[in-house]
């Protein structure tokens, strides 16, 4: 009953404050700040392949420039929730903006791989404190009631951003070189954080709990050490490799002992209560399942473009185009659909297509038409749209708002471990494929068997999502409405 007050309290205080709230003008701040951020987490997919040249790196080298984006977010995220009671939400809006511009720069200049990398890191950073923000933000100002179509219009930035990254960054890359990628989103940062400064509002109040120093260390090697072992699966040795099972062991270790420590700390840095709300645990899993499938395709679709079928970078951007498009239209419509009848019958319909366009993918070839590759992208994103969003905002919305912080950066962490882990164990995969079709070849080092070896590469590439999509259908058979 305490408890009940406590949270009853909260509510009301969250409400007395959205009177003098201007919830617009916050959530144009974090749509054009996301948009621009989320943009470069796949904008560099489309010029993967002309840095392999440029910077004479291997492909499971050159995937670092996303993976290492991934991993720097999945071990800051874990860290948002307690940042986000120590510093108000104008401070934060402001530094993650600030370590966009600077990486952002960094990127522009980049002479080398590893600047270039580093630059990612940084810019990750931003990312890793704005959207566990912009989560929160929502779940504060916006009613249950209207969460739906709120979170409809976040979508034009969590899967619009990321879909149409591509397709610009291969109509930049024709006409001009890969740096202007960053050069051209340097200005809308600085847009946004101008934005920002004036018409953020500082939306909760920090608490300021005690910092845990063991905890962050143990998360930093829990969720690093997952992800960098998955990661270094493409390198020589594989699997086998006492890299990679080196650091999948230490991270296990590390994260088991983590969730051991929050469950006996009485202010810990991430609450585990969140695992008791069944549909929050559901729709962290329909994300999970969404953001490995998503990620993973947008990094396996332009390799297959512009080796298999020899597509230029603008050529492929178009093809993608017309999905990344319908996804961020479809985002708003899904919210209200969403709000109206509850998330059962768009997630299980929507899991369906995933699973049946993966399966169609694991079919190209080096003579696949183009129309069919547009058709099934387009559908891919349909479906992906119909997932992630409801399943994610039914989760937030089972959860009690004290919650609200550990909720978010549990879900963002966990967003983005999966897309490190789509990305590096697809792009893994594809490696392994090419190389078994290359074995049975009488002339490997022949580059007419280029196209075929990607194109083999990718089918089998395309089994690992055709499993996540069909692992996503089996769980949404057991998502439920909650009713706030």
Not at 317 to 324: E, K, R
């Given at each position: 009953?305490?408890?009940?007050?406590?949270?009853?309290?909260?509510?009301?205080?969250?409400?007395?404050?959205?009177?003098?709230?201007?919830?617009?003008?916050?959530?144009?701040?974090?749509?054009?700040?996301?948009?621009?951020?989320?943009?470069?987490?796949?904008?560099?997919?489309?010029?993967?392949?002309?840095?392999?040249?440029?910077?004479?790196?291997?492909?499971?080298?050159?995937?670092?420039?996303?993976?290492?984006?991934?991993?720097?977010?999945?071990?800051?995220?874990?860290?948002?929730?307690?940042?986000?009671?120590?510093?108000?939400t104008r401070q934060l809006f402001v530094g993650a903006l600030l370590f966009s511009i600077v990486g952002t720069f960094?990127?522009?200049?980049?002479?080398?791989?590893?600047?270039?990398?580093?630059?990612?890191?940084?810019?990750?950073?931003?990312?890793?404190?704005?959207?566990?923000?912009?989560?929160?933000?929502?779940?504060?100002?916006?009613?249950?009631?209207?969460?739906?179509?709120?979170?409809?219009?976040?979508?034009l930035v969590i899967m619009f951003a990321p879909a149409v990254g591509p397709t610009l960054s291969g109509l930049i890359?024709?006409?001009?070189?890969?740096?202007?990628?960053?050069?051209?989103?340097?200005?809308?940062?600085?847009?946004?954080?101008?934005?920002?400064?004036?018409?953020?509002?500082?939306?909760?109040?920090?608490?300021?709990?005690?910092?845990?120093?063991?905890?962050?260390?143990?998360?930093?090697?829990?969720?690093?050490?997952?992800?960098?072992?998955?990661?270094?699966?493409?390198?020589?040795?594989?699997?086998?490799?006492?890299?990679?099972?080196?650091?999948?062991?230490?991270?296990?270790?590390?994260?088991?002992?983590?969730?051991?420590?929050?469950?006996?700390?009485?202010?810990?840095?991430?609450?585990?209560?969140?695992?008791?709300?069944?549909?929050?645990?559901?729709?962290?899993?329909?994300?999970?399942?969404?953001?490995?499938?998503?990620?993973?395709?947008?990094?396996?679709?332009?390799?297959?473009?512009?080796?298999s079928l020899l597509l230029t970078t603008f050529a492929a951007g178009l093809i993608l185009l017309p999905g990344g498009?319908?996804?961020?239209?479809?985002?708003?419509?899904?919210?209200?659909?969403?709000?109206?009848?509850?998330?059962?019958?768009?997630?299980?319909?929507?899991?369906?297509?995933?699973?049946?366009?993966?399966?169609?993918?694991?079919?190209?070839?080096?003579?696949?038409?183009?129309?069919?590759?547009?058709?099934?992208?387009?559908?891919?994103?349909?479906?992906?749209?119909?997932?992630?969003?409801?399943?994610?905002?039914?989760?937030?919305?089972?959860?009690?708002?004290?919650?609200?912080?550990?909720?978010?950066?549990?879900?963002?962490?966990?967003?983005?471990?999966?897309?490190?882990?789509?990305?590096?164990?697809?792009?893994?995969?594809?490696?392994?494929?090419?190389?078994?079709?290359?074995?049975?070849?009488?002339?490997?080092?022949?580059?007419?068997?280029?196209?075929?070896?990607?194109?083999?590469?990718?089918?089998?590439?395309?089994?690992?999502?055709?499993?996540?999509?069909?692992?996503?259908?089996?769980?949404?058979?057991?998502?439920?409405?909650?009713?706030?």
């Amino acid at each position: 009953m305490y408890a009940e007050g406590i949270s009853l309290e909260k509510e009301a205080d969250a409400a007395n404050r959205n009177e003098e709230i201007r919830t617009v003008p916050i959530l144009i701040s974090f749509l054009i700040a996301g948009f621009v951020g989320l943009f470069g987490e796949t904008a560099l997919n489309m010029a993967l392949s002309d840095l392999i040249q440029i910077f004479a790196v291997s492909p499971s080298t050159i995937q670092w420039l996303t993976t290492g984006f991934l991993l720097t977010l999945g071990i800051l995220v874990p860290v948002s929730g307690f940042l986000l009671q120590w510093f108000t939400t104008r401070q934060l809006f402001v530094g993650a903006l600030l370590f966009s511009i600077v990486g952002t720069f960094i990127a522009a200049i980049a002479p080398s791989f590893s600047v270039l990398l580093l630059a990612r890191c940084i810019q990750a950073m931003g990312t890793a404190l704005l959207l566990p923000l912009m989560f929160n933000t929502i779940l504060v100002i916006i009613p249950p009631s209207r969460r739906g179509a709120t979170m409809g219009l976040i979508g034009l930035v969590i899967m619009f951003a990321p879909a149409v990254g591509p397709t610009l960054s291969g109509l930049i890359i024709q006409s001009l070189s890969w740096h202007w990628i960053f050069w051209i989103s340097l200005p809308f940062f600085i847009l946004a954080l101008v934005y920002g400064m004036v018409y953020m509002q500082n939306v909760t109040t920090p608490t300021r709990p005690k910092i845990d120093l063991l905890s962050v260390l143990l998360s930093t090697l829990g969720f690093g050490g997952i992800v960098f072992g998955f990661s270094n699966a493409g390198e020589e040795g594989g699997w086998g490799n006492p890299v990679v099972l080196t650091s999948l062991v230490i991270g296990g270790i590390g994260l088991l002992l983590f969730v051991l420590r929050q469950l006996k700390m009485e202010q810990p840095m991430l609450n585990m209560r969140a695992f008791t709300y069944p549909m929050f645990v559901i729709g962290l899993l329909l994300v999970f399942v969404g953001f490995m499938v998503i990620l993973s395709s947008v990094i396996l679709l332009p390799l297959y473009l512009q080796n298999s079928l020899l597509l230029t970078t603008f050529a492929a951007g178009l093809i993608l185009l017309p999905g990344g498009l319908i996804n961020g239209l479809l985002s708003p419509l899904m919210g209200r659909l969403f709000d109206k009848y509850g998330p059962k019958w768009l997630v299980i319909p929507g899991l369906v297509v995933a699973v049946i366009t993966m399966f169609f993918f694991h079919g190209l070839s080096t003579e696949t038409p183009i129309w069919l590759i547009v058709a099934l992208h387009i559908a891919l994103m349909v479906g992906i749209a119909m997932v992630m969003m409801p399943g994610q905002t039914n989760g937030l919305n089972q959860l009690p708002p004290e919650l609200y912080p550990d909720g978010t950066a549990i879900m963002n962490t966990l967003q983005q471990v999966a897309g490190a882990i789509g990305t590096a164990v697809a792009i893994s995969i594809m490696a392994a494929g090419q190389n078994h079709y290359l074995s049975a070849v009488a002339d490997p080092q022949n580059p007419v068997h280029t196209p075929f070896a990607y194109a083999a590469g990718v089918q089998e590439a395309f089994l690992f999502g055709l499993a996540a999509a069909i692992f996503g259908l089996i769980i949404s058979l057991f998502i439920k409405r909650v009713r706030v």
